[in-house]
């Protein structure tokens, strides 16, 4: 076991917010001095810093259709509901239809309030909802915003419109414009109806005002803020703003609109500390912060700031927080990102438990650069639904600092995972210090994830010397496309001198890459090359062959080529137009089949990335990488945690090839099936299927899968070899390949460096 640790440890060797100025005006006052009563931040923990609090919290997911797509900066929690407006198909450019929807958050049901129309006059443009919210009498208040022409220049205008939940409207006011006011940004309502709205003028644009308004429309307090960009929120009571993005770097100001006054002190501990942090939602008087690893709760009254969940335990990183509601005093509403694109949004609602000691054991999982939200959810609820076992998430490099060091820090000091989630971990280099287990013996005696559960290909892929050690939901193709009629004698396999030579046989002006500068051809083969120049088992390398100085070569020659910005933005065109001789997209399901027999005109061939074997089409992750510790104490627990990920709630959606191509037989004929599907049809999860149709950039539209793209899927696995992400290795020879293409040093002294450097790092590593 201490040699395994010392081997281990070798191994391991849109919110930016500024300031306010007073305003011009007389409705600006200075508050009272630093450490004035009921004007300074009380912030919870010893000596002033915000600790830990020992808080556990049980969580719920709620992944209903309904919320996926919710414009999050636009609805609003209450009482048990999550209100959200939807817009409707556009009849014309001339009238916009909207539904008023209602989300129950313990049922799940989601019904339709009301819809509205707006037919906008001759000189006015189509405007969207800005926000909601609910006043003390419990109609909804909707702030719609458009544009008006008033004869001689445009400007945003914006009504307020009053529902009942019935859907009867009450009231439609037009709120008074502004002389100095064209652009109106962010506007919020209190339950006295109220309006406060931040705005800016057309001529500086930087020029910012916050307005109030009474419930009849009226403008009855203007305030100037100067040096601002975007204001981030005015809270309901108008108690509270939080600006963002001066010059001078990010600051909160506490605002009070009824008093008129700009406080710059009574946050100023909470900016000392560098907390970048958003406000999500208003609850009862109290603000709630979104800072890196914590929410915090902000009491405008009191001025008091608290803790209230930490992101990094709930497994929830603030760049995918969309949307964050203290419910009562024990539940929080948080909505998230789940793929990172904005495309899929889920909500987990967060219960404080009481602060009962766990004696349950403990299984660690630590990953490098993981930010698998599904993932730390699925951990969430196997938390709270099992009594013998507790996992404990480790994450290492989300906050800047060296993961490798971390991780060492935390091996030499006996911490060693259970589970590692590899990221861009590489596993040949794991291996040959025997840190990962076999999972070969437990899936031969598991009834559900053994052999018959992965799709045909996957485990002869990912085997290495005929063992299992990774496992994963979603995997992709990572190979090199072209012409059959110009590159298919290389489909059986091609070295790196077979692609320079070809390359030099080229037209003049022909590009290779998307990314065609020489760091970029490099960057591009490498990432796929890396396994042929190095052999972790023995501890070679073999950078000096003649294929990598043909590389090289190849790369300074292509060095002239700086601005690629057009090749990168128009790269399919390019490759319809034959003037790009390679595609290098992942394939992760049909639609990557069908779009790169569009752009190549059914004439698509699939090389295998150039190595001294003769080719090869890797195989990465979609996603998280899991492997089991082989010094872990608990590997049946760690095996049933495994099993778990890839059978349970974390692997619902893995026949989505959005995803990735699933691992599971059962899911990969349920993608197939959605994708060759010509007639619409409900699915066995009562989920109504279309017919496949996708609309890609640049007109290139793709539809329903034929057999003969499923077939060349199929083959394409059969082809692959499991590979990781080479970053890590690449970035150690980069600034050496960067002096050869920029001049400053010789091919041979390159291959020279290049090679001593890698042969340490990979004896040292391994």
């Known amino acids: 076991m201490k040699k395994v640790l010392l081997s281990i440890a070798i191994v391991m060797c849109m919110f930016c917010f500024g300031g306010c100025k007073e305003d011009l005006t007389d409705l600006v006052e200075e508050t009272a001095a630093p450490g004035a009563e009921g004007e300074v931040l009380h912030v919870s923990g010893s000596s002033g810093d915000i600790e830990e609090t020992s ?75 800005n926000s909601m919210n609910i006043s003390a009498d419990g109609d909804l208040q909707i702030y719609y915003r458009y544009k008006a022409w008033d004869g001689q220049m445009s400007y945003v205008q914006v009504l307020k419109m009053v529902y009942g939940t019935d859907g009867t409207r009450k009231s439609c006011t037009e709120l008074e414009k502004d002389e100095d006011v064209s652009i109106w940004l962010k506007c919020a309502g209190d339950r006295e109806g109220n309006t406060y709205i931040s705005s800016m003028d057309d001529d500086t644009m930087n020029k910012l ?18 040096d601002i960009y975007t204001l981030g929120y005015v809270d309901g009571g108008g108690r509270m703003v939080l600006e963002s993005g001066t010059e001078t770097g990010s600051e909160y100001r506490y605002v009070d609109f009824e008093s008129g006054k700009i406080d710059k002190d ?132 989300m906050d800047g600092n060296p993961p490798v060091d971390q991780m060492m820090r935390d091996i030499i000091a006996g911490n060693v995972p259970d589970i590692y989630v590899l990221g861009n971990m590489d596993v040949d280099n794991l291996i040959a210090k025997n840190m ?102 023995n501890g070679k390398c073999n950078f000096d062959s003649s294929g990598f100085r043909s590389l090289l070569e190849m790369c300074y020659a292509l060095k002239r080529i700086k601005d690629d910005t057009d090749t990168m ?19 992760k399901g049909p639609v990557d089949i069908q779009y790169n027999d569009v752009v190549f005109g059914s004439d698509t061939v699939y090389l295998g990335y150039p190595s001294e074997s003769g080719g090869e089409i890797s195989l990465r992750a979609s996603g998280s990488v899991f492997a089991m510790s082989s010094v872990s104490d608990n590997k049946e627990a760690v095996w049933n945690v495994l099993k778990e990920l890839m059978t349970g709630s974390y692997n619902k959606y893995s026949y989505d090839s959005e995803d990735g191509i699933p691992v599971s037989k059962k899911d990969f004929d349920k993608m197939v099936t959605r994708a060759v599907a010509t007639e619409k049809y409900t699915d066995e999860d009562g989920i109504e299927v279309e017919p496949l149709r996708v609309q890609h950039g640049y007109n290139i539209m793709t539809g329903p899968a034929g057999e003969q793209d499923i077939a060349l899927l199929k083959e394409l696995i059969s082809r692959a070899t499991f590979r990781v992400d080479s970053s890590p290795m690449l970035e150690v020879m980069e600034d050496d390949v960067m002096k050869y293409l920029d ?18 790092y990979v004896n040292e590593n391994s």
């Open 55 to 129: 808080d556990t919290f049980s969580a719920r997911i709620i992944n209903s259709e309904a919320v996926r797509n919710i414009s999050w900066d636009k609805c609003f929690y209450n009482e048990g509901f999550l209100y959200y407006g939807i817009c409707m198909d556009t009849n014309s450019d001339k009238q916009c239809d909207y539904c008023v929807r209602r989300f129950n958050m313990e049922t799940e049901e989601d019904e339709e309030l009301f819809s509205f129309s707006f037919e906008v006059k001759e000189y006015e443009f189509v405007g969207d909802i």
């Open 209 to 226: 005002y916050m307005l109030k308004y009474d419930a009849d429309g009226r403008l009855v307090k203007k305030m100037e803020c100067n």
């Open 569 to 587: 933005n128009e790269w399919p065109l390019l490759l319809k137009d034959g003037k790009l001789l390679f595609g290098i997209e992942p394939v």
């Open 266 to 397: 009574s946050l100023k501990e909470l900016n000392d500390k560098s907390i970048s942090a958003a406000v999500v939602y208003d609850y009862d008087g109290c603000l709630l912060l979104a800072g890196n690893e914590w929410v915090y709760s902000y009491d405008t009254e009191t001025k008091e700031l608290k803790q209230a969940v930490n992101l990094k335990k709930q497994a929830l990183d603030r760049s995918s927080l969309l949307y964050c509601a203290q419910m009562d005093d024990v539940r929080y509403l948080f909505a998230y990102d789940s793929t990172g694109d904005g495309d899929e949004n889920q909500i987990i609602l967060l219960e404080r438990s009481s602060n009962e000691e766990d004696n349950r054991r403990v299984i660690r999982m630590a990953g490098i650069y993981e930010n698998d939200s599904d993932l730390k959810l699925a951990l969430s609820a196997y938390n709270r639904n099992n009594s013998e076992y507790r996992i404990d998430y480790v994450g290492y490099g």
């Open 743 to 760: 001049g400053g040093r010789s091919l041979e002294d390159t291959v020279n460096v290049i090679q001593d450097k890698m042969t340490k």
């Open 436 to 537: 990962l287990e076999d999972l070969t013996p437990f899936m031969e005696k598991d009834e559900v994830l053994n052999k018959d559960y992965f799709v045909d290909g996957y485990l002869d892929a990912t085997a290495i010397a005929k063992k299992q050690y990774v496992i994963m939901k979603n995997f992709k193709l990572c190979a090199i496309a072209g012409r059959k009629s110009k590159t298919g004698s290389f489909e059986a396999g091609w070295t790196m001198e077979d692609l320079v030579k070809y390359y030099k046989s080229q037209p003049k002006g022909m590009l290779l890459f998307k990314d065609s500068s020489g760091y970029g051809v490099f960057r591009a083969l490498m990432s796929g090359s890396m396994g042929t120049y190095v052999d972790w088992e």
